[in-house]
Nanobody, 120 residues
Framework: QEQLMESGGGLVQAGGSLTLSCEASGSIVSTNAVAWYRQVSGKQRELVAGISIGGNTNVVDSVKGRFTNSRGNSENPVYLQMNNPRPEDTAVYYC??????????????WGQGSQVTDSS
């Protein structure tokens, strides 16, 4: 069964950094774009960053200059490096994959979610 497995969540302090990893099984990464979403309790899940099938990366304005998404040399795993976190970055972060990743309705695969908490 094809799936996404996340790791690396936890506590992070102001000025610190944390890296989330997303390991994909099968051919998920080579045939789909990969994204990171996050969700605060009681709010809608929102897109944070994405990597296209061709390897182009992008992050949303609210994390630009602080978060970086990338993938390993063999396309797997996919990383989200979080530098200088803010309290508003506290959320459950989800790895996602699909032919289209800009909207949740088109995502085909979801990771289990990783809690990231800014403890400053």
């Amino acid at each position: 069964q094809e799936q996404l497995m996340e790791s690396g969540g936890g506590l992070v302090q102001a000025g610190g950094s944390l890296t989330l990893s997303c390991e994909a099984s099968g051919s998920i990464v080579s045939t789909n774009a990969v994204a990171w979403y996050r969700q605060v309790s009681g709010k809608q899940r929102e897109l944070v960053a994405g990597i296209s099938i061709g390897g182009n990366t992008n992050v949303v304005d609210s994390v630009k200059g602080r978060f970086t998404n990338s993938r390993g040399n063999s396309e797997n795993p996919v990383y989200l490096q979080m530098n200088n976190p803010r309290p508003e970055d506290t959320a459950v972060y989800y790895c996602a994959a699909g032919k289209v990743i800009s909207a949740m309705a088109f995502v085909s695969y979801w990771g289990q979610g990783s809690q990231v908490t800014d403890s400053s």
